[in-house]
């Protein structure tokens, strides 16, 4: 069974940092670009950044760019968002995906889902 499985979300304060993961199982994804999205409630799933399958290109949407980093580790089948300088309007269930496709801000090019991990800025 493929799972990804995301972690690493919280309470933190505005101005903050949190590290999500997303660690891939039944499957290796080390060909998939991996991205994150966030949601919330009433809203459609929002890009928030992708990676190729190498690591060599990343795209960010233009509200987190300079604040939001993503990387993997293909050895660990694992993406990684580093978060920083959190504001609450960052305050979002954020969720991992996989496409063996290109890195596209539509959700539904996306063949594989994590479960979801809460983030909540508080101001």
């Known amino acids: 069974q493929v799972q990804l499985v995301e972690s690493g979300g919280g309470l933190v304060q505005a101005g903050g940092s949190l590290r999500l993961s997303c660690a891939a199982s039944g499957r290796t994804f080390s060909s998939y670009g991996k991205a994150w999205f966030r949601q919330t409630p009433g809203k459609e799933r929002e890009f928030v950044a992708g990676?190729?399958?190498?690591?060599?290109?990343?795209y960010y949407a233009d509200s987190v760019k300079g604040r939001f980093t993503i990387s993997r580790d293909n050895a660990k089948n694992t993406v990684y968002l580093q978060m920083n300088s959190l504001k609450p309007e960052d305050t979002a269930a954020y969720y991992c995906a996989a496409t063996a496709g290109l890195i596209r801000v539509g959700a539904g090019h996306y063949n594989y889902w994590g479960q979801g991990t809460q983030v909540t800025v508080s101001s």
């Open positions: 990676i190729n399958w190498t690591g060599g290109s990343t």
